[in-house]
Each structure stands twice: as structure tokens, then as C-alpha cells.
């Protein structure tokens, strides 16, 4: 191999040691529901993953921790002052209706004064199959009697802390028969990496029951409390796993989505912490002064949380954004364009950013966009092992995320803490895109 591991095995040994982790990682339960049969479980396939998990170092990986919980607060900082979120999405909110319709939704619940308790938790994919995927890459190195290596694979159970959390807002919403109202899509590939939480929250005797908005549309509703029920069952937490994307609203799940928010239930995030993760309030956290104003008095936080930043630039109308655009246009090969979607699959490179920044740079439609310094990490060695695709060994690059949980109860932080963590790795030729999109595939650190 390239980087990494090359004096591991000969060319001739991948496909047999392909094989093997490809069993292993069906017998752990590194499973997705097929795309012929999105809603089934009777046939289902391994998800995709490396063959080897790919090294970081050491460092990297415990700033990465260290910074987590900053960054818990910083989102809770957003998520509770209305008039940064609406000063910082003002110019957004004219050309992305997606974003503007769910700041009505926060405006209105604002108006209405409704106090509740709060979690937020990265609302991210993976941190089920991501508590699976170590026990996999442990095999793969004891077939090859490397047990000094298999020893370093560290323990990870995102899912666990996750649902913790999640259990904490139950606990303190106060009623014991309430449940917890998992938003999901009819068509979910994803399922067992959903089901990972639930069986979790279950174990602590904890129900879980499963919704899309359409039916909450159909058969939720508030009583004079404003506690929210579900075919006669009381909700304590919703925990969305749709609703990011344009494409997942109807007029009726519009509605359905702000019945949620009036609730009394917690919400797994509430819709000021869905905003507080727009690329224009990232793009606006990165600007001198904002941090210190939103962190008043904790400067090492404030310290912690810049070193990770990379360069976010506004193409709000006027000379700032001009020369954002400029600066592009001049080097296309050093930024990326990014709307404001989660999912994966959205962003610019390249020409497409070109052509794209040719088309808005005299429009006000800009706005809906900001700029960011393309990150160039050093490529390595792996095999990226799918369903159907030949065992090779390809250019690699990953990015690192950390679980992270937070409750908090009025102004008190009942909860602050990382949870684990999500190394996705692709192959260089792919700009963007995650594991649900096709690109990236699961991944473990391997620290050095």
C-alpha cells in the first residue's frame, strides 16, 4: 500500500482478506437495507467500509475530542440568541426559501414564548454502525496475527452516549409512560444504524416508535398544555432523522414539522439549533469578535474553537463578497461553494463552482452561498470495500467528526460531553459526498 500499511499484505492476499472482513462486519451488524428495496429488511448488504483503518495522528485526534464540547456550547450560545440568528441569516433568509421557511417556524415559537428543556446532539448518521466497525478492523488484524495492532483500535459506541442523551431529556420532560418520537423517512436504507439508538434507549425501558411527518400531520396533536400526543400516546423527545433537506417538505410536513416545535417535547434539535448549523452562521461564527461576543469571559474556549477554522468567506452583496468572488475565480482550485443543505452531495469544485459563481456574482441569489478554503490533506493508501466493486487499492483522504450531546434544563447545562466518533474515507477523485451518498465509506482511526 501507498501510506500505512504496505508491508501488510501482497496484492494477491486482498481479495481473500476482503472476504473475510466482509463477514465480519455482516456477523457485527455493518449493515444497510439494499437500494433496490430501500423499505425492506428482508435483503440487506454489508455498508460500506475500509479494509484497514487509516491512520491519524494522535494529536489531531485528541484536539478533535478536546474541542468537541466547545463546541456544544457554542451551538447553544447561537441556538438561544435570537437576534445574532436573525441579524446573521437576514440576507440568507431572501434567496433560500428552505431556510427562510424554517426561521418562520423559529419566529413563530418565539413568539408564542415557549419554554422548554433542550438537547441538541450532532444530528449525523453513522453512530450506530460507527459502534461496530472497531470489532471488524480487530479481526481483520488478528487473521493476520498483527494483535499488537488489533490492540490499538480504539472503542467506540457513538451510539450508546447518543441515546444517553436522549434518555437524560426523557428523564427530565417528567412521565414516565411518555415516549420517544423518532422522525424517520419512508424509504430508509439506514435503518439499522437508526435501530442501534433505539435498542439502546429500549434497554433502559425507554420506547421508541417510529414516524414520518405524514403521519404526525395526520394523527398528532397538542392538548391544552401544549404536550404533544401520537395515536393517544404522550411524546417527551422527538429526534429528527429527516427534515434537513428541501426535498423531505411538503406543505404537510411543513406543517406536521411546526406542530413539533410548539410542543412541549424536546426536540432532538430544536429548529434554533438546525439553523445555528447553517453554512452562513459557520461562515459568520469565523468573522473576529463574534466568538468572544457569544463566549463572553472564556477565552481559552474561544482559542480552542479558532484553531479549528478554516477560511469562511461571505458573498453577501457589497465589496466583501466581490472580492470573495474574485479571489475564486482567480484560484478555483484553493475554495469550495457551499449552499445551505446537509446531506452530502451539494457542494461546488472546480468548474462547476466557476461556472456557478459566474452565474450569481451580479445576483442577490448569492447570498444563499458562502466560500470556504478548500482543506488539501495528505492522500494515502486503503481499500475501500462496497458491495460489487473489485478489492483495490486506491488514493485515499478522510475527514473526523466527534459525537457530542448536550441537555440543557432552562439556563442550567445539565449534560456536556463527546460521545465517540466518525472517520469517513473515500477515494481522491470524489470532491463531496458521504457514506448515504455513495462516496465515503466507514472508517476507524488507527493513532500514531
Same mark, same amino acid.
Given at each position: 500500500?501507498?501510506?500505512?500499511?504496505?508491508?501488510?499484505?501482497?496484492?494477491?492476499?486482498?481479495?481473500?482478506?476482503?472476504?473475510?472482513?466482509?463477514?465480519?462486519?455482516?456477523?457485527?451488524?455493518?449493515?444497510?437495507?439494499?437500494?433496490?428495496?430501500?423499505?425492506?429488511?428482508?435483503?440487506?448488504?454489508?455498508?460500506?467500509?475500509?479494509?484497514?483503518?487509516?491512520?491519524?495522528?494522535?494529536?489531531?485526534?485528541?484536539?478533535?475530542?478536546?474541542?468537541?464540547?466547545?463546541?456544544?456550547?457554542?451551538?447553544?450560545?447561537?441556538?438561544?440568541?435570537?437576534?445574532?440568528?436573525?441579524?446573521?441569516?437576514?440576507?440568507?433568509?431572501?434567496?433560500?426559501?428552505?431556510?427562510?421557511?424554517?426561521?418562520?417556524?423559529?419566529?413563530?415559537?418565539?413568539?408564542?414564548?415557549?419554554?422548554?428543556i433542550e438537547i441538541n446532539t450532532i444530528s449525523?448518521?453513522?453512530?450506530?454502525?460507527?459502534?461496530?466497525?472497531?470489532?471488524?478492523?480487530?479481526?481483520?488484524?488478528?487473521?493476520?496475527?498483527?494483535?499488537?495492532?488489533?490492540?490499538?483500535?480504539?472503542?467506540?459506541?457513538?451510539?450508546?452516549?447518543?441515546?444517553?442523551?436522549?434518555?437524560?431529556?426523557?428523564?427530565?420532560?417528567?412521565?414516565?409512560n411518555a415516549l420517544v418520537l423518532l422522525i424517520?423517512?419512508?424509504?430508509?436504507?439506514?435503518?439499522?444504524?437508526?435501530?442501534?439508538?433505539?435498542?439502546?434507549?429500549?434497554?433502559?425501558?425507554?420506547?421508541?416508535?417510529?414516524?414520518?411527518?405524514?403521519?404526525?400531520?395526520?394523527?398528532?396533536?397538542?392538548?391544552?398544555?401544549?404536550?404533544?400526543?401520537?395515536?393517544?400516546?404522550?411524546?417527551?423527545?422527538?429526534?429528527?432523522?429527516?427534515?434537513?433537506?428541501?426535498?423531505?417538505?411538503?406543505?404537510?410536513?411543513?406543517?406536521?414539522?411546526?406542530?413539533?416545535?410548539?410542543?412541549?417535547?424536546?426536540?432532538?434539535?430544536?429548529?434554533?439549533?438546525?439553523?445555528?448549523?447553517?453554512? &452562513?452562521?459557520?461562515?459568520? #461564527?469565523? @468573522?473576529?469578535?463574534?466568538? /468572544?461576543?457569544?463566549?463572553? $469571559?472564556?477565552?481559552?474556549? !474561544? *482559542?480552542?474553537?479558532?484553531?479549528?477554522?478554516?477560511?469562511?468567506?461571505?458573498?453577501?452583496?457589497?465589496?466583501?463578497?466581490?472580492?470573495?468572488?474574485?479571489?475564486?475565480?482567480?484560484?478555483?482550485?484553493?475554495?469550495?461553494?457551499?449552499?445551505?443543505?446537509?446531506?452530502?452531495?451539494?457542494?461546488?469544485?472546480?468548474?462547476?463552482?466557476?461556472?456557478?459563481?459566474?452565474?450569481?456574482?451580479?445576483?442577490?441569489?448569492?447570498?444563499?452561498?458562502?466560500?470556504?478554503?478548500?482543506?488539501?490533506?495528505?492522500?494515502?493508501?486503503?481499500?475501500?470495500?462496497?458491495?460489487?466493486?473489485?478489492?483495490?487499492?486506491?488514493?485515499?483522504?478522510?475527514?473526523?467528526?466527534?459525537?457530542?450531546?448536550?441537555?440543557?434544563?432552562?439556563?442550567?447545562?445539565?449534560?456536556? &460531553?463527546?460521545?465517540?466518533? #466518525?472517520? @469517513?474515507?473515500?477515494?481522491? /477523485?470524489?470532491?463531496?459526498? $458521504?457514506?448515504?451518498?455513495? !462516496? *465515503?465509506?466507514?472508517?476507524?482511526?488507527?493513532?500514531?
Open positions: 500500500m501507498a501510506t500505512g500499511w504496505g508491508s501488510i499484505l501482497r496484492d494477491e492476499q486482498l481479495e481473500e482478506m476482503a472476504r473475510q472482513a466482509v463477514d465480519r462486519a455482516l456477523a457485527e451488524g455493518v449493515l444497510l437495507r439494499t437500494s433496490q428495496e430501500p423499505s425492506s429488511s428482508d435483503v440487506v448488504s454489508y455498508a460500506p467500509f475500509t479494509l484497514f483503518p487509516s491512520l491519524v495522528p494522535s494529536a489531531l485526534l485528541e484536539q478533535a475530542y478536546a474541542v468537541q464540547m466547545d463546541f456544544n456550547m457554542l451551538v447553544d450560545a447561537v441556538s438561544q440568541n435570537a437576534a445574532f440568528l436573525e441579524q446573521t441569516l437576514s440576507s440568507t433568509i431572501k434567496r433560500d426559501n428552505f431556510t427562510a421557511r424554517l426561521f418562520d417556524i423559529h419566529k413563530q415559537v418565539l413568539k408564542e414564548g415557549i419554554a422548554q449525523a448518521s453513522f453512530g450506530g454502525l460507527a459502534s461496530r466497525t472497531p470489532a471488524v478492523h480487530r479481526h481483520v488484524f488478528n487473521v493476520l496475527s498483527k494483535t499488537k495492532e488489533a490492540a490499538k483500535i480504539l472503542s467506540n459506541n457513538p451510539s450508546e452516549g447518543l441515546a444517553l442523551g436522549i434518555a437524560k431529556a426523557w428523564e427530565l420532560y417528567g412521565s414516565a424517520a423517512q419512508e424509504k430508509e436504507r439506514n435503518i439499522f444504524d437508526q435501530r442501534a439508538i433505539e435498542n439502546e434507549l429500549l434497554a433502559r425501558n425507554i420506547h421508541v416508535i417510529r414516524r414520518r411527518f405524514e403521519d404526525v400531520s395526520e394523527k398528532g396533536s397538542l392538548d391544552q398544555d401544549r404536550r404533544l400526543f401520537m395515536d393517544g400516546q404522550e411524546v417527551a423527545v422527538v429526534y429528527f432523522r429527516d427534515g434537513y433537506m428541501p426535498s423531505q417538505y411538503s406543505p404537510q410536513n411543513w406543517e406536521a414539522r411546526l406542530l413539533l416545535e410548539r410542543s412541549r417535547a424536546v426536540k432532538c434539535p430544536d429548529i434554533a439549533t438546525q439553523l445555528a448549523g447553517t453554512k &452562513k452562521v459557520q461562515q459568520e #461564527l469565523s @468573522r473576529m469578535g463574534i466568538l /468572544e461576543m457569544l463566549l463572553p $469571559g472564556q477565552p481559552e474556549t !474561544v *482559542a480552542r474553537l479558532r484553531a479549528t477554522f478554516a477560511g469562511l468567506y461571505s458573498l453577501d452583496m457589497g465589496e466583501e463578497g466581490d472580492q470573495a468572488i474574485a479571489e475564486a475565480l482567480a484560484a478555483p482550485s484553493q475554495f469550495v461553494l457551499k449552499p445551505q443543505r446537509e446531506g452530502g452531495g451539494n457542494n461546488l469544485y472546480g468548474e462547476e463552482m466557476v461556472q456557478a459563481l459566474e452565474r450569481l456574482k451580479d445576483s442577490e441569489e448569492r447570498a444563499s452561498y458562502i466560500l470556504m478554503e478548500k482543506i488539501e490533506p495528505e492522500p494515502f493508501g486503503n481499500c475501500l470495500l462496497r458491495p460489487g466493486s473489485p478489492v483495490r487499492v486506491v488514493q485515499c483522504i478522510s475527514e473526523l467528526g466527534i459525537f457530542g450531546v448536550y441537555v440543557r434544563q432552562g439556563k442550567t447545562l445539565v449534560m456536556n &460531553k463527546h460521545v465517540g466518533h #466518525l472517520l @469517513r474515507t473515500k477515494a481522491i /477523485e470524489h470532491a463531496d459526498g $458521504g457514506v448515504a451518498a455513495g !462516496v *465515503a465509506v466507514l472508517d476507524n482511526p488507527y493513532p500514531v
